[in-house]
DNA sequence: GTCTAAATTGAACATCGTTCATAGTAAAGG
DNA sequence: CCTTTACTATGAACGATGTTCAATTTAGAC
């Protein structure tokens, strides 16, 4: 192992990180112990507050590891250059479905996790997340030729919402979510849905 | 006031169900603590454990009531015999994202609150939610008349989801989530689109 | 080898939700 | 009216949690 103490600061912090991933996988966010943390870490309580701000922070650090893999995910998933736009936003929100499911805990842990009232996450968090809406700009920008890029920018984020919220709800197993069963199918309607009723808004049907 | 046990038990009941109600509005679901409640509510810490099982019991009573005014106000909003498909959506969506923004804690609370693991919530509860999906079926049943009953009841969990979804990224204040200045009108391009989609998917189309 | 600054430790602290022994009080019986 | 009984109210106490801190150990510089 690493003797020097950069090192040894980065290796306890990956410890940390890979302890929180595990815990979050096996009993959620909403389970997790900062001691059960550190003791899978095979370090004392307070060395956590060494390595990270607090808890919270420690979280923010996995949740973007989470978003980087996802964001991965998504755009391996985008089909070559003749696919139609409706392939592509089935195949993104295809991808969503398939990480969100293998990943469910710390999928959910990107979208329960919050901060104290008061508190705002740094920049470099928020910055994360831009992925999730720039992969759908270009699919929708083959849809909505008429849009300019901010409209476009605020459309994908709609459009982004919509999808996730179809996935969050069934994931979570709220009453109101769909079934797993149907919720690869579900998805796929509402994409379909989405991208002709976007088509057919756009200027040469008129509105 | 009432004297005998029954009555001064329902006012016990509905005094800290009033708290809770505003201790969520002033400080969120987050920030609801049981010593602020039965403080608000002029009792004793350990009244709360006699009047309902525990603190989350007494969230889901107030969750219950913000669901059935929620349900009222969706049904108030649904126009007469004379509108189209697409009317009864845009109206049940608009009512949605303003019940949400003006009863803000409170319908996050209904979303966020999470019983801790292993218990699940009783049966007159889940109950409630059904409200959210039953008003979409109607106009659901107009825009897809090929659909059965049970593939459109799934459909309109999913209608419902997708909604549910922007306004939900968007009232948390997620990273990813429209602004709250242009919600009304990207829900409103949302519902344009998947009613139209869905238009387009009936069988006098094709598929 | 000595010294300094950083890291490590786990006990202590503040704050939660929840429980419990105690005290009080309302309804029932004689 | 008094006694009894069952329910209710109380707040101190408990266990669990995130965080802090003084004491200790250790790594790196001179």
New interface residues.
């Given amino acids: 192992m690493g003797n020097n103490r950069e090192e040894r600061r980065e290796d306890l912090r990956a410890r940390l990180m890979a302890a929180v991933e595990d815990q979050i996988m096996q009993?959620?966010i909403?389970?997790l112990k900062a001691r059960a943390v550190t003791a899978q870490a095979g370090c004392a309580l307070g060395a956590l507050y060494n390595a990270f701000d607090d808890l919270d922070m420690l979280v923010m650090h996995v949740n973007a590891r989470t978003l980087a893999r996802l964001g991965e995910a998504l755009k391996a998933a985008l089909p070559g250059q003749g696919a139609t736009a409706e392939e592509m936003m089935q195949a993104l929100a295809g991808a969503y479905v398939d990480f969100a499911c293998a990943n469910r805990p710390l999928w959910i842990a990107l979208?329960?996790h919050?901060l104290?009232?008061g508190r705002d996450?740094p920049d470099w968090y928020?910055d994360n997340?831009a992925v999730?809406?720039e992969v759908v700009v270009p699919p929708l920008r083959r849809l909505r030729p008429d849009l300019d890029d901010q409209a476009l920018a605020?459309?994908a984020?709609?459009?982004?919402?919509?999808?996730?919220?179809?996935v969050?709800?069934?994931l979570q197993g709220?009453?109101?979510?769909?079934?797993l069963s149907?919720l690869r199918a579900?998805?796929g309607?509402?994409v379909?849905?989405?991208?002709?009723?976007?088509h057919?808004?756009g200027p040469e049907h008129g509105v």
């Avoid at 984020?157 to 179809?166: K, L, P």
């Avoid at 709220?174 to 079934?179: A, C, E, L, Q, S």
């Fill in positions: 009993h959620g909403a389970g979208f329960e919050r104290p009232a996450a928020r997340h999730l809406i605020l459309r984020r709609t459009t982004f919402a919509a999808v996730h919220g179809v969050l709800l069934a709220r009453f109101v979510g769909v079934p149907d579900e998805v309607a509402l379909s849905a989405m991208t002709r009723g976007a057919l808004a």
